[in-house]
């Protein structure tokens, strides 16, 4: 499997002719909170359902997300809970 991706990442490189950075995110602290119902949110996409467990997010320009638990707890870190 791993040599697919790397074809399929070469190939995409190859594609565009681009050159490829590897970058993280900068630590910036956003306000969070966990859905307990199922939840309408506009974002910047449109409505998108977040269900019970999901977080919706709101970023530095006040713009909301929805994120699974699982892709939150991977991309985040609770610093306090008020």
């Not at 950075?21 to 996409?45: C, D, G, N, W, Y």
């Amino acid at each position: 499997m791993k040599n697919a991706i790397e074809d399929l990442y070469q190939g995409w490189v190859d594609f565009n002719k681009q050159k490829v950075l590897t970058v993280r995110k900068r630590p910036i602290e956003v306000s969070t909170f966990q859905a307990e119902v199922r939840l309408l949110v506009h974002t910047s996409v449109g409505l998108v359902a977040a269900e019970p467990g999901d977080y919706i997010i709101k970023g530095v320009r006040g713009e909301f997300s929805v994120s699974k638990k699982d892709v939150f707890e991977q991309t985040f870190e609770v610093l306090s809970k008020e």
